[in-house]
C-alpha cells in the first residue's frame, strides 16, 4: 500500500463525490461545518458555514490534535482513539477518522445533538472511505514510471524561481 | 507527502524547520511571516509555553504563487527544540517533503546541535524515512553574535554531504529567505522527477 512518502493525490471525479457527500453530511445532520483534512494538515474539501472560519489554520490544528491522542493512545496500548469529542458553549466539534489518513471534522450547534451526528457520521464514514481507497489506488497507478503525466514534469528553473520574485 | 489536487489546482508541501532548542526556528518563521505579503500568507500559530519555547509546532502557511496553473502552498513547521519533547517531533516529522536543519552557531550549542542532528537521523528512520533521500538545507544562524564555531567545521560535522548550506541572522532576517527558497526549491524539482510519488 501506500508508503510513508507517497503523495496524495486528488482528482475531479472523487472532489465532487466526496463534496456530494459531505454536502449531504451537512443537512443530515443538520451540522454547522464539515471539513477534510488529511493526517498531515492539508484541508481537502470543506462545506457550510465556512466564510468566516480559518480552515487552514483548523485544518492543520485538527492534524495537531489527530496525532497528540494517537501518540497517547499508544502510549496506553490503544491504536488510535477513532472519535474525539470537544463539547463548547455554543458549539461542538466532533473529530472522526476515516479510513488511515483522512479526518472528518464536524462543527454543530443546539440545532443538532452528539447522538444525531454520530449516527449520520456512521454511514457517511464508509461511503468516504471507499472513495478514498479508490483515490490511493487510483494515485499508485498513475503514478507509475514512465507516464510522465505530472504537471510538474515540465517544471523550468524559472518557474521556481518566479515563485519568490 | 506533498498533496497534489486536481480539482482545485493546488499543490501543498510541508516544510519543517528541525535543530536543537533556541536555534532560532520560530524566529526564521516570524520573519518570514512578518515579511510576507498579506495575500500570500495565512494565521501563524505558535502552541508555544508561557516563555515562548515551542510547545508543540508553530505552523505558518504560504501559498506564493502558481506554477502551469498549479497553486503552489507551502506549510512551514517548526519542531519543538527541547530534548524531552521528542514525541511531538516526531509527530510533526510525518508526512514531511523538506527539511530545513536549523543550527545554532554558537560556541557553546556544538553539542546541541550535533545530538539535535543525530535526533533528527533517527527518528526519520523510525518512520522509515532517510535524510538522504529527502530535499534538505542547513542553516548556520545567529552569526550576528560573538563566540561563533567556525562556519566550515560546523559544515565538516553536521553537512558532511554538502547540502545546500546558508549562513542566518533569523532576528535581522539575513539569510532567511534564501534558505526557504532554496528547500523549496529542491521539493518542486523532487516533485517534477515524480519522486515524492
Ligand atoms: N542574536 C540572535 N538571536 C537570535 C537569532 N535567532 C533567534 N534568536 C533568539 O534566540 C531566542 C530563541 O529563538 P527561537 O526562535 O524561539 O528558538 P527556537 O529554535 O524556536 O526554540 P525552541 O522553540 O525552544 O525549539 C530568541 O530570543 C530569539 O530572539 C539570531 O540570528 N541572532
Ligand atoms: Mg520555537
Request: net charge negative.
Given at each position: 500500500m ?25 443537512r ?19 462545506t457550510g458555514?465556512?466564510?468566516?472560519l ?6 492543520s ?7 497528540a ?6 502510549l496506553?496500548?490503544?491504536k ?8 463548547g458553549e455554543?458549539d461542538?466539534l466532533?473529530?472522526?477518522i ?8 464536524i462543527?454543530?450547534?443546539q440545532?443538532?445533538?452528539l ?9 457517511a464514514?464508509n461511503?468516504?472511505a471507499a ?6 489506488k ?6 507509475k514510471?514512465?507516464?510522465g ?11 521556481i ?5 | 507527502m506533498?498533496f ?5 489546482r493546488?499543490i501543498n508541501?510541508?516544510?519543517v524547520y ?13 520573519y ?6 498579506e ?18 509546532f508553530?505552523?505558518?502557511?504560504l ?8 497553486k ?11 530534548v ?5 517531533r ?8 523538506g527539511?530545513?536543519?536549523?543550527a545554532d552557531?554558537q ?20 518512520q ?18 560573538p ?27 539575513d539569510?532567511?529567505?534564501e534558505?526557504l ?17
Open positions: 501506500l508508503g510513508p512518502q507517497s503523495t496524495f493525490v486528488m482528482y475531479d471525479e472523487e472532489f465532487k463525490r466526496i463534496n456530494f457527500l459531505i454536502e449531504k453530511l451537512l443530515e445532520s443538520n451540522s454547522k461545518v464539515i471539513f477534510l483534512v488529511d493526517k498531515n494538515g492539508q484541508l481537502i474539501a470543506a458555514e465556512t466564510e468566516h480559518d480552515t487552514t489554520s483548523l485544518a490544528l485538527t492534524a495537531g490534535n489527530i496525532a491522542t494517537g501518540g497517547l493512545a499508544k496506553i496500548g490503544e488510535e482513539f477513532s472519535i474525539l469529542f470537544h463539547e455554543k461542538n466532533h473529530i472522526s476515516i479510513g488511515t489518513r483522512v479526518i472528518l471534522v462543527i454543530f450547534d440545532r443538532s445533538s447522538g444525531l451526528v454520530r449516527l449520520r457520521v456512521k454511514k464514514s461511503e468516504l472513495i478514498f481507497d479508490e483515490l490511493a487510483k494515485a499508485e497507478s498513475e503514478t514510471p514512465g507516464q503525466e505530472s504537471p510538474f514534469a515540465e517544471i523550468t528553473d524559472d518557474d524561481d518566479n515563485l519568490f520574485s | 506533498s497534489i489536487n486536481y480539482a482545485s493546488e508541501c510541508k516544510i528541525y535543530g536543537p532548542g533556541l536555534c532560532g526556528k520560530t524566529t526564521n518563521l516570524q518570514i511571516f512578518n515579511k510576507t505579503a495575500e500570500a500568507k495565512g494565521k501563524m500559530i505558535s502552541l508555544a509555553t508561557e516563555t515562548e519555547r515551542t510547545l508543540f508553530d505552523f505558518l502557511p501559498a506564493l504563487g502558481e506554477i502551469r496553473g498549479f503552489v502552498r507551502f506549510h512551514l513547521y517548526t519542531v519543538p527544540g527541547q524531552f519533547y521528542d514525541a511531538s516526531k509527530l510533526i516529522l510525518k508526512g514531511v517533503d527539511l530545513v536543519f536549523v552557531s560556541d557553546e550549542r556544538l553539542d546541541a546541535n550535533i545530538e539535535s542532528m543525530e535526533n533528527l537521523q533517527d527518528n526519520l528512520e523510525e522509515g524515512m532517510k535524510l538522504e533521500e529527502l530535499p534538505f538545507v542547513m542553516q548556520y544562524n545567529k552569526m550576528d553574535l563566540n561563533l564555531t567556525p562556519t566550515e567545521e560546523l559544515s565538516k560535522l553536521l553537512n558532511p554531504r554538502k547540502v545546500p548550506e546558508f549562513t542566518a541572522s533569523a532576528v535581522t532576517g539569510g532567511v529567505f534558505t527558497k532554496a528547500v523549496a526549491k529542491l521539493i518542486l524539482i523532487d516533485l517534477k522527477k515524480g519522486a515524492g510519488s
